[in-house]
């Protein structure tokens, strides 16, 4: 990791920004940031923000989101946790917690905006961005959009960027709604994985 790399996943680690706001969720968690890149990474996955078990765990999509996303990508976990190669960019570093009702809260937007500029300028090598779900989409593609629209236009942003929906059970009735995700964005996806990893 080059040094400003380091410093920055450093600082990430230790930023303790949204202290008081996580105290006052039903969670009433401290901070954990988990900052998973390094500046060779050819792919990004940028998600939303870790869940619970990550929280606890440390490790990004250390869940069956993260299952699932594997194998969209085509990934082994070897491969999908491979900071040389797979930065792992969550809208928000730290779990956000739960609401009085038990629901996920949004990612805090003070995160995208102390940190995602430096981290996307620390990590020239991307050349493949997997966005995963509306908060990602809106980051790197700009202007909202209905999250089903975004998925379906593929076409316009591959092969250096495919927007995806959560991978997470919640999508489960979407997946079933959408058969061409499987159909035709997944192979695209993993076959642009493929070139991105092997290519020299
Ligand atoms: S969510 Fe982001 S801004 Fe908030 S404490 Fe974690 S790393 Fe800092």
Not at 94 to 106: E, K, N, S, T
Not at 151 to 164: D, G, K, M, T
Not at 173 to 196: C, I
């Amino acid at each position: 990791m080059s040094d400003d790399a380091a410093l920055l996943a450093e600082r990430i680690r230790a930023c303790r920004i949204c202290a008081e706001r996580f105290r006052a969720t039903a969670t009433g968690h401290e901070p954990r940031p988990v900052a998973w890149f390094r500046p060779g990474a050819r792919i990004l996955i940028a998600g939303q923000a870790p869940g619970a078990r990550v929280h606890a765990s440390g490790v990004p999509f250390d869940d069956a989101s993260g299952a699932r996303l594997r194998d969209w990508l085509a990934l082994e976990r070897e491969a999908f946790y491979d900071t040389a190669r797979v930065a792992i960019v969550p809208m928000a570093f730290c779990f956000p917690g739960y609401d009085a009702r038990g629901a996920d809260l949004p990612p805090p937007p003070i995160c995208r905006a102390t940190w995602h500029d430096a981290v996307m300028a620390a990590l020239p090598g991307i050349r493949l961005r997997v966005l995963v779900g509306a908060h990602a989409q809106h980051y790197h593609l700009g202007a909202r959009a209905p999250l089903t629209q975004r998925v379906a236009e593929w076409r316009s942003h591959a092969p250096e960027i495919f927007p995806l929906p959560h991978p997470s059970w919640r999508s489960t009735g979407w997946l079933k709604r959408n058969p061409w995700f499987e159909a035709e964005v997944l192979p695209a996806l993993r076959a642009r994985v493929k070139e991105v990893l092997t290519d020299d």
